[in-house]
């Protein structure tokens, strides 16, 4: 079974700021990732899939990088709509999926 | 528009049975995978299992695997997630979710059920 891992488990940052989050993988995952954004008391929402592909609506301050075993979600320049716990998801062993344990990102 | 909404929220005892439900619309129900999400108080989103409703093929993560059942019904667009015997470990949020658009995202999903179970 693949294993992602995310890191930093939190991430404290201020508005106008760069944020990096880190997804690995346990062993190569090809493109097969996606990152969602969860907010308190909201379902989970698609930003990124195939590891760089915007989802409808997400806007352009969000992407997605890597492939294989490494990847990251930046987010160009945070917003206070930003702050929200993030998990990143591979479906490497179609159909079956698995989540990484998320990033919180806390205003700091 | 695609749309998923799921059944209300339930308060159950241990070893009771429940069976909650995510009703598809604005789409080919039949020809998308649909899957469950479970989230337990305060964690993570762990991935729980799939149906393809077209021929019910089902597939289940390791973790749950014998602990619910998945099914879904063409003529009614619904899928369904059923335990026969509920413990206070269940007790957490269950999401739907399609992967509509790509394999690789799910993005679409109900709104979530609350299964409570305690004594």
């Known amino acids: 079974e693949i294993v992602l891992t995310q890191s930093p488990a939190t991430l404290s940052l201020s508005p106008g700021e760069r944020a990096t989050l880190s997804c690995r993988a346990s062993?190569?995952?090809?493109?097969?990732l996606a990152w969602y954004q969860q907010k308190p008391g909201q379902v989970p929402r698609l930003l990124i899939y195939?590891?760089?592909y915007r989802a409808t609506g997400i806007p352009a301050r969000f992407s997605g990088s890597g492939s294989g075993t490494d990847f990251n979600l930046t987010i160009s320049s945070l917003e206070p709509d930003d702050f929200a716990v993030y998990y990143c998801?591979?479906?490497?062993?179609?159909?079956?999926?698995?989540f990484g344990q998320g990033t919180k990102l806390d205003i700091k | 528009e695609v749309q998923l909404v799921q059944s209300g929220a339930e308060v159950k005892k241990p070893g009771e049975s429940l069976k909650i439900s995510c009703q598809a619309s604005?789409?080919?129900?039949?020809?998308?995978?649909i899957g469950w999400v479970r989230q337990m108080p305060g964690k993570g989103l762990e991935w729980m299992g799939i149906?393809?409703?077209?021929?019910?093929?089902?597939r289940y993560s390791p973790s749950f695997q014998g602990q619910v059942t998945i099914s879904a019904d063409i003529s009614t667009d619904t899928a369904f997630l059923h335990w026969t015997s509920l413990k206070a470990s269940d007790t957490a949020i269950y999401y739907c979710?399609?992967?509509?658009?790509?394999?690789?995202?799910?993005?679409?999903w109900g709104q979530g059920t609350l299964v409570t179970v305690s004594s």
């Open positions: 979710a399609t992967p509509y658009r790509s394999s690789v995202g799910l993005d679409y």
């Open positions: 604005g789409y080919s129900f039949s020809t998308y995978w």
């Open positions: 149906i393809y409703p077209g021929d019910s093929d089902t």
């Open positions: 062993q190569s995952v090809n493109i097969y």
């Open positions: 195939d590891a760089s």
């Open positions: 998801q591979h479906r490497a062993n179609w159909p079956l999926y698995t």
